[in-house]
C-alpha cells in the first residue's frame, strides 16, 4: 500500500482542478495581457478566477494579486512594506516559529539595518499576545506572523494580533499558506492587511499562489520588470495555475465543514493509537487549536530521518519537519522554539492528512509505525540505555 501524508508539503492535484486547467494548457494559450482576440480569451479567464477567489475570501478583486510561490507571496509582502514605511520606522516583528520564507526575510532585513524582534512561542507553539505587544515600539511598521504552524499545526491567535496591530496603527502580514482551503480564512475578519496563500496547499496546482493587499495599503516593487500584478510581480500570467487555484479553492471551501470533521476524526484515531501502543511518544501541541489534518509526534530516544526512511520503505510518506527546511541537519526550530529538547525534536515526525487519506490507510500506516519504532528502538542506544 502507498499512503500519502505530507499533505503540509504538498497536495495531489484534484482532477476537477485539471480539468478547469486544460483548455488554457492546449488552445487558449495567449498571453493574458495581449490586447488581441488570443489575449482576451485568457485575459477574461483570470478576471474570472480573480474575483471568484476574491468572492471566497470576502475581499475585493483588485486586492489579489498571482504570484508563483508563497515564498515570493511573503518576500513581496515584507519587503515591500519595509520599503514603502521605512520613512515611519524600521522595526518589524514576527515570531520564533515562522517558515523560513519569513524567518531568513527578517534576518535579511536584519542585515540592511532593520530591527528586528522575534516573538517566543509557549510549549504549544502558541506566541503570547501580551509579549508581543509589550514589543512594539513607536518605530514599528509591521507585524508578520503564520495563520497554522507547518510543522506542528498550531493556530495563532491572529485576530488578538489584528487588534493590537491596528490600535498601534501597524501593518499585519498573515502568512496563511498552511490555514487557506484548510479551515475557514477571512483577511478582513483577521484584521489582515496582506495575506498570503498558495494553490498546491489545497489540491491546486504547483508554481501558483497570492497575495492579498488591502486597498491602501503601500507595497513597494521588490521585482523591477513589466506592469503584471500592478507592477509588483511583473512576468507573463500563469493563466492555467490561475484558473487552477480559484478551481481549487472553490471546491475546498465547498467541501470545508465535512473535510474538517473527517480529517480530524482520522488524525485524532491515528494519535490515540499510537499513545495507547508506543510508549515514551508525545503528541505536540495536542491541548490547543491545531490544523485538522496535522499530527506532530515525537518518538523519544530514536531519530525522525530513521523512522522516515523505514516508513517510506514501507510505502508510507510522512516528513520530519519542513520540506523546505529538509536539507538542514539541524533540529527543527520549531521545536526547539516550543522548548523541546534537542534530542528528542530530532526524533520529530509530522503527519499530516489530506482529503484522499481513508481510515484503510490510517490503519496501515499505524500498524507499520508500531512496527518501525519497536525495531528501531531495539537498535538504539539511547532507548537501551533509558530502560536500564
Not at 522575534?118 to 501580551?130: A, E, H, Y
Not at 493590537?164 to 479551515?183: C, E, F, T, W, Y
Request: with cysteine.
Amino acid at each position: 500500500m502507498r499512503v500519502y501524508l505530507d499533505n503540509n508539503a504538498t497536495t495531489k492535484m484534484d482532477p476537477k482542478v485539471l480539468e478547469a486547467m486544460m483548455p488554457f494548457l492546449t488552445e487558449e494559450y495567449g498571453n493574458a495581457f495581449s490586447m488581441h482576440l488570443f489575449g482576451k480569451e485568457t485575459g477574461i479567464a483570470v478576471s474570472e478566477a480573480r474575483e471568484k477567489i476574491a468572492t471566497l475570501l470576502k475581499v475585493k478583486p483588485e486586492e489579489i494579486i498571482f504570484t508563483a510561490s508563497g515564498t515570493e507571496s511573503d518576500n513581496i509582502a515584507v519587503r515591500g512594506v519595509a520599503k514603502a514605511y521605512k520613512n515611519r520606522g524600521n522595526h518589524i516583528i514576527t515570531s520564533s516559529i515562522e517558515h523560513p520564507a519569513i524567518k531568513n526575510t527578517f534576518k535579511d532585513l536584519e542585515q540592511d539595518g532593520y530591527k528586528v524582534t522575534f516573538i517566543p512561542v509557549d510549549s504549544n507553539g502558541v506566541i503570547d499576545v501580551k509579549v508581543l505587544e509589550e514589543a512594539i515600539t513607536p518605530e514599528t511598521i509591521l507585524i508578520s506572523m503564520m495563520h497554522a504552524n507547518n510543522e506542528v499545526g498550531t493556530i495563532e491567535p491572529i485576530k488578538a494580533i489584528g487588534e493590537i496591530a491596528k490600535k498601534n496603527r501597524i501593518l499585519l502580514h498573515v502568512d496563511a499558506v498552511q490555514s487557506v482551503g484548510k479551515i475557514p480564512v477571512y483577511p478582513k475578519e483577521l484584521g489582515a492587511d496582506l495575506l498570503t496563500f498558495s494553490g498546491h496547499k489545497f489540491h491546486g496546482p504547483k508554481g501558483i499562489a497570492a497575495l492579498y493587499i488591502r486597498q491602501g495599503v503601500r507595497v513597494a516593487r521588490t521585482i523591477t520588470g513589466g506592469g503584471q500584478e500592478k507592477k509588483l510581480r511583473p512576468g507573463t500570467t500563469n493563466t492555467p495555475a490561475v484558473v487552477g487555484m480559484a478551481k481549487a479553492l472553490e471546491i475546498a471551501c465547498q467541501d470545508m465543514d465535512i473535510e474538517i470533521k473527517r480529517e480530524q476524526e482520522l488524525r485524532d484515531y491515528f494519535e490515540d493509537e499510537i499513545v495507547k501502543r508506543i510508549p515514551e511518544v508525545v503528541v505536540n501541541g495536542k491541548s490547543v487549536e491545531r490544523l485538522p489534518g496535522t499530527s506532530s509526534i515525537t518518538f523519544k530516544y530514536l531519530e525522525g530521518e530513521s523512522i522516515l526512511l523505514s516508513l517510506s520503505y514501507l510505502g508510507i510518506a510522512v516528513s520530519s519537519g519542513s520540506a523546505c527546511s529538509s536539507d538542514e541537519l539541524q533540529a527543527s526550530h520549531v521545536l526547539l522554539g516550543m522548548g523541546i529538547e534537542p534530542e528528542f525534536a530530532h526524533g520529530t515526525i509530522r503527519f499530516s492528512l489530506g482529503k484522499y487519506n481513508t481510515k484503510e490507510e490510517i490503519d496501515y500506516t499505524i500498524e507499520q509505525v508500531v512496527k518501525v519504532v519497536e525495531k528501531l528502538r531495539m537498535l538504539s542506544p539511547l532507548w537501551n540505555e533509558y530502560r536500564k
